[in-house]
């Protein structure tokens, strides 16, 4: 089969690899319906993060099962499934305690731009839709199975609460979902952190109240200002750099909240000053399987649309061209079909 | 009146000071029942804190109101009041949030080994008994104003529940009380960490089921022989240091909870190591406000004896003894009489 390959900074190809086969007998192997380039490959993709040797990239995926191991007995070839860019046999304390990207056998997917993919934990990964859903609604599938689910993860680990005031630090894919997240969680007042005018008209279609492009200490003053003076009740913090983090911790309120979920490249949080502060600090890689069922349903009843964030459709055999796109900030997401 | 004055790392001395008086019509004055030294008056002690210019200190307190200012309409001369370290108004936006250790008009209490004691907020800080306590219930009261509120709050932050399994990190009067609130708020193990016989003890009869001895990553080891490999759910942090906080990081359960109370001296969380942790991580002053109706309640109904944390009890005149007596160790927590 085909798939992509990254080879060095920039240089991101598609070629023949091999197909892959069910190697345990908790694996199971899909035929990609779509799957997509995420931020985080943009890490690789700008020589932020050591590559090594030439290796398959993609972790976000929609598709139909091919095949199962013996040990697979809830899945069956022809089903459409959505899973998670973290597979967890959802069985073990970890998933018990809802932690399913921290689940003990977790494997991280990293092969998902190509036709076929092999499925760790298959069992306790994908969740299957009862029929084969309409295509238009595959983005928004796909979406939750890393950014819509990690928006979720950000809102939820931010604590938002009804009637709540919630800021979105980061205006790519994670943090738009983020504003969703918030928005169906019931928060009242969402201010979105962006200085892209295409962000922003997402952000506000997707339930942002107000828009602060000012960033830095300008940005949280600004915040401040919003917010009677004192900050926001939750913060989600959809970057990871350690700008981003500190706008997140100082926006919030004495007492809120800030759900981290961008992976933080060198970043170091001042005990004292988190101390004084009261905030509550919670991220990681999102949980998503906790979220599956109930945001599969969100998007198969149209509740909520994610699948809006990709604003670049393209042939898979073109990701190079995806990769490039977003690298250069024309699209947000890219969206890859086989 | 007389009232302790620190000129200089291990030079406290009981001396004349000023009386104090209302300055401020949100003011009241109180004749203090009894007072103590706290851990944290340590740190400048030791010379771990700058001094400056010669400064009263103490900021622990019961006592009974001699005087109120005009804005105060709650309380009345003779009252037994029981307070925090830190005053707040209890109607602003913070205290509302429960975040009373972050009011807006927060003054820190500084000047509470003395006879006397001004009290700013008055109205929002000090809760007053329906009668007179028993003289017996005082100590328990006075643990009630800093270190018992601090231990709750160090359990609350760490989203102790029952059923759980807690950790507590420093066995000061802090970390013992820590210990009497896990097991107010339900956790089914409470492993206490700490080496010194009579705290050891001390933490077993306040509900501690099991004591680690060792530190660092030998201790963080042992946590997780004793909860099933993981960590545990909740971890209160009641030291400050940068050794203690890593500590109670690695021995939460991935999702786990850690609440940090001591306050945090050179301490740096690595965001990275948080982030793939899962933890959720709140410390801060302890909003002993919030909890004080019901902890006094506790105590009154002999539901708990906090008291117990006091093993050396001196007249206020002896402070200098009491200071000395913490330092070596000879003492947990030392209770002051006027």
Redesign the interface.
Known sequence: MRGAVIHAPGDVRFETVDDPHVLHPTDAVIRTAVTCVCGSDLWPYRGAEPIGDPHPMGHEYVGFVEEVGSAVTSLRAGQFVVGSFATSDNTC??CR???Q??CLHREFMSTCQAEYVRIPNAQGTLVATDEVPDEGLWSGLLAVSDVMGTGWWAAD?AEVRPGSTAVVVGDGAVGLCGVIAAKEMGAERIIAMSRHESRQKLAREFGATDIVTERGEEGVERIRELT?G?GADSVLECVGT?QA?SQALHAA???GNVG?VG??????????E????????????A?VRRYLPDLIDRVLTARIDPGKVFDLTLPLEQVAEGYKAMDERRAVKTLLKP
Do not use: C, T
């Open positions: 304390v970890n305690n809802g932690f990207s921290n680990a009677g004192i350690a983090m309120r004495p007492g981290f992976v933080p490249h060198e970043v170091a949080i001042d005990g004292q988190l101390f004084f502060s009261h905030v509550g600090l919670r991220g990681g890689p949980p």
